[in-house]
């Protein structure tokens, strides 16, 4: 499979636990919302839509943690994931998971790695 790169932010911008960084994605002829968040240290993506009802996550951009920072949090529906694996582990839909999108950081940038559609 071939894949592409692409730049979605410098990784200065993305704080432990703090505020993600929305952007848009082509699949299958759709446009798709997303967004990367850091956790731990390392950055994670996700399609930015609840595993419960398909609305984004964030009521405020940028805004997936809770209070405690310790899990990405569904503003609609209260739905909590583990930030490191998008697993649901609270709300309506519990055992559920967020889809992920590979990322990866280098050199003071996040990067999407995407499949090219041909």
């Given amino acids: 499979m071939v894949e592409a790169e692409r730049v979605i932010c410098e990784s200065s911008v993305l704080a432990d636990g703090g505020n993600g960084v929305r952007f848009e994605i082509q699949r299958y002829g759709e446009?798709?919302?997303?967004?990367?968040?850091?956790?731990?240290?390392?950055?994670?993506?996700?399609?930015?839509?609840?595993?419960?009802v398909p609305v984004?996550?964030?009521w405020m951009e940028g805004d997936f943690f809770d209070a405690d920072q310790r899990y990405l949090v569904c503003a609609t529906h209260g739905a909590r994931y583990e930030p490191?694996?998008?697993?649901?582990?609270?709300?309506p839909c519990a055992g559920a998971r967020l889809r992920p999108l590979k990322v990866l950081e280098r050199d003071g940038?996040?990067?999407?790695?995407?499949?090219?559609e041909r």
């Avoid at 798709?32 to 993506?45: E, Q, T």
Wanted: include cysteine.
């Fill in 31 to 52: 446009t798709l919302p997303a967004f990367v968040i850091r956790f731990d240290g390392r950055v994670f993506g996700y399609i930015n839509a609840c595993a419960h």
């Fill in 84 to 91: 490191d694996t998008g697993y649901c582990v609270a709300g």
């Fill in 56 to 58: 984004e996550l964030d």
């Fill in 109 to 116: 940038q996040v990067f999407l790695v995407e499949p090219v």
